[in-house]
């Protein structure tokens, strides 16, 4: 899928349930990238232009009047940052506090798959004979209507 946004930023997303893609989320930057995977919530790669190294961390929350870090606390993992949600539905059905995100912003991700589902394409597959192009073509344009 490609995106493009009013501010002028544009993107990529590529999903694939057919071929194994690195889980993860690269943003490039005009002179750099910063990378982090799927389950590492918690970490964080930079990388510059022109640089043949890369930069790995750990992301810390810093008190802002402790200006050196002494008193940093380490983000949350995946996995706590998934229970924190889960924690907060929970919450939120109880009436003890409103949800880190609306419903409605849920809708509008489902309806940006549905979306995509609309408009899918199939991929070139120049291995496929004749006969085997035709059926993909006749599956993929009837699986999700």
């Keep these: 899928m490609e995106l493009e946004f009013a501010s002028g930023m544009s993107g990529i997303v590529r999903l694939s349930r057919d071929t194994q893609l690195p889980n993860r989320t690269i943003v490039e930057f005009e002179r750099g990238w910063a990378r982090c995977k799927a389950a590492t919530a918690d970490q964080l790669e930079v990388g510059f232009a ?70 899918r394409r199939l991929v070139p597959m120049p291995w496929l004979s004749e006969v085997e192009s035709k059926r993909a073509l006749s599956l993929s344009t009837n699986n999700c209507e």
């Design 50 to 119: 022109g640089a043949s190294f890369a930069l790995g961390g750990q992301l810390a929350s810093f008190d802002t009047n402790d200006p050196r870090g002494r008193r940093a606390r380490r983000a949350l993992s995946y996995h706590q940052s998934f229970c924190k949600q889960l924690k907060n539905v929970v919450a939120a059905v109880r009436g003890d506090e409103p949800l880190f995100i609306p419903g409605n912003e849920g809708i509008l991700s489902l309806r940006l798959v549905e979306q995509c589902y609309r408009h």
